[in-house]
């Protein structure tokens, strides 16, 4: 029999079964995983069960042609883990499903579900079931995570209050940066380095689900949490907006790379304008209490994992300063970030 190499010669239920081969099994949680109508899985008492789900379109979301399909299940799989990280819990199951036109190649396939399997591997998660239909054109996917947190230390994006130290993981505006250099005809944006570590930023982001882990077995007073996909001011807004807050940000204590500072140098942008309003960071926007400060900064220490302290909550409902080097303050815009309906 000649060997299937696309969709159509292959059919629904082959495609299941060439899926269900490849994946790992983790947990003795997952009772029945593919296979069947749903998923089957077991609890743990004194925890809250966490769900994330999030859409991928082509030509919308990524563009094939400057992302291959192990980056693309990577990513897919990242930005969900992501939202389990943001409210300091733990994923351990998935689902996907899959829009695909008939002529997708089953290599191509095979690809997509190595990247999904290789960031699910690194973290445990067992790849549980999902669906997968036929698409007239653009591919489609879906990823729903399902994960745990304790019951006293889910991190929300409310609960900060005036006075509150503002922290962030890693640095902001690289995976941006890395886009608006994806997308450019001319690609002249200096050593190619630099250009590799913000390019790569923006195609395989890494969900920050050690550093969430930290903070929640910690004793730490994380008062919110959020994770980057929108840029900082905006993010920070979704922090502040509920409780009529505010917040100063530190111009000098915002954490910029040296690959961005340099692509910034070279053509003459302001790096500081990439760290407020770049998206697709997925890193940690969190709050504590200010008597916290020392004690955060030795636990992440002792970790060798990269932190900045960057601004303190205030009590002006909606008003986001910036603090200049030379203590000038600048008032943020609102930015409204991207609307899918407009």
């Not at 003795?28 to 991928?56: E, Y």
């Not at 929300?156 to 509150?164: E, F, I, L, Q, V």
């Not at 940000?249 to 500072?261: I, W």
Request: charged letters at 25%; glycine letters at 8%.
């Amino acid at each position: 029999m000649k060997k299937a190499t696309n969709l159509k010669q292959l059919g629904e239920f082959g495609l299941i079964e060439r899926l269900r081969s490849k994946l790992n099994t983790y947990s003795p949680r997952i009772k029945k995983g593919i296979g069947d109508d749903c998923a089957v899985f077991s609890t743990r008492s004194n925890t809250v069960q966490l769900t994330s789900t999030d859409s991928l379109i082509e030509s919308i979301h990524f563009d094939l042609k400057t992302i291959s399909p192990v980056q693309l299940g990577r990513k897919a799989m990242a930005v969900n883990i992501s939202d389990i990280a943001a409210m300091g819990g733990t994923p351990y199951l998935a689902l996907i499903s899959l829009g695909l036109p008939t002529s997708t190649s089953t290599k191509f396939i095979d690809k997509l579900y190595l990247g999904l399997q290789t960031i699910c591997d690194s973290h445990k998660i067992e790849l549980a079931g999902g669906d997968t239909v036929a698409s007239p054109k653009h591919l489609f996917i879906n990823v729903c995570v399902v994960g745990e947190a304790c019951k006293n230390r889910v991190f929300y994006r409310t609960g900060a209050k005036p006075g509150d130290q503002i922290f962030v993981t890693g640095n902001l505006g690289d995976s941006a940066m890395g886009l608006k250099i994806l997308m450019a005809k001319n690609k002249n944006f200096g050593a190619a380095r630099h250009r590799n570590t913000l390019v790569k930023k923006h195609l395989e982001p890494i969900p920050r689900i050690n550093e969430s882990s930290l903070l929640a077995k910690s004793r730490l007073k994380v008062t919110s949490m959020i994770d980057i996909s929108d840029g900082l001011t905006q993010d920070l807004g979704h922090l502040c907006s509920k409780d009529n807050l505010g917040a100063n940000l530190y111009e000098d204590s915002l954490p910029v790379s040296e690959a961005l500072y340099n692509v910034c140098l070279r053509k003459r942008h302001d790096p500081i304008n990439w760290t407020l309003q770049g998206g697709e960071d997925y890193e940690l926007l969190f709050t504590i209490k200010p008597e916290d400060v020392k004690n955060l900064k030795r636990l992440f220490l002792k970790a060798n994992t990269f932190i900045s302290h960057i601004g303190e909550i205030t009590n002006s409902p909606k008003k986001i300063i910036l603090i200049r080097e030379n203590s000038s303050k600048v008032s943020l815009k609102p930015v409204t970030g991207f609307n899918h309906f407009k």
